[in-house]
């Protein structure tokens, strides 16, 4: 019997409930899971900022989950790179991806080695982006050297 070796990669950045339906639906296509995590350095490169939790503590995070065979640390941009290393059969994806130019590109690669890509809905009710645009606002407003959220004074 063959193994489907399925791979999801993302940041995993302030871990959310759109990052665990990914991975749990990731899973339930093949019989393999392995999660990249995109490297600090990555980050920079491709998001033009670096994430909020370091690569060390967001791959111990998703290494502990369920439904993740594998976490491993995401080095290269090209996914077929990235392929080349880890033979997976299957890629997956938000499908904010499909029908972009950059979709349709990593498409027409990953057919010329076998992968199939299958896309998943894009959780839009909550985004690591919007996470860290509140985290910041939290931080402007806080008076100085003082936590965010400080219940010393409050009733309990």
């Not at 489907?4 to 339930?28: C, E, M, Q």
């Not at 499908?95 to 979709?103: I, L, R, S, V």
């Not at 199939?116 to 910041?136: D, G, N, Q």
Request: net charge negative; proline share 3%; aromatic share 8%.
């Amino acid at each position: 019997m063959t193994k489907t070796v399925g791979y999801a990669g993302g940041a995993f950045d302030l871990f959310h409930i759109g990052h665990l339906n990914i991975l749990k639906h990731a899973r339930s296509e093949c019989d393999h899971l392995i999660a990249g995590v995109a490297t600090d350095e990555m980050l920079l490169v491709t998001k033009g900022s670096l994430p909020v939790v370091p690569l060390a503590e967001r791959l111990e995070i998703v290494r502990h989950i369920d439904f993740v065979d594998e976490a491993t640390a995401e080095t290269d941009e090209d996914k077929l790179d990235t392929w080349r290393t880890l033979h997976f059969d299957v890629y997956f994806k938000g499908d904010d991806w499909k029908g972009t130019e950059k979709g349709r590109r990593l498409e027409r690669r990953f057919a010329e080695v076998g992968v199939e890509i299958i896309y998943f809905p894009y959780t839009v009710s909550t985004s690591s982006t919007a996470l860290r645009l509140a985290l910041k606002a939290l931080s402007s407003n806080a008076p100085s050297n003082q936590p965010v959220h400080d219940f010393s004074n409050s009733e309990r």
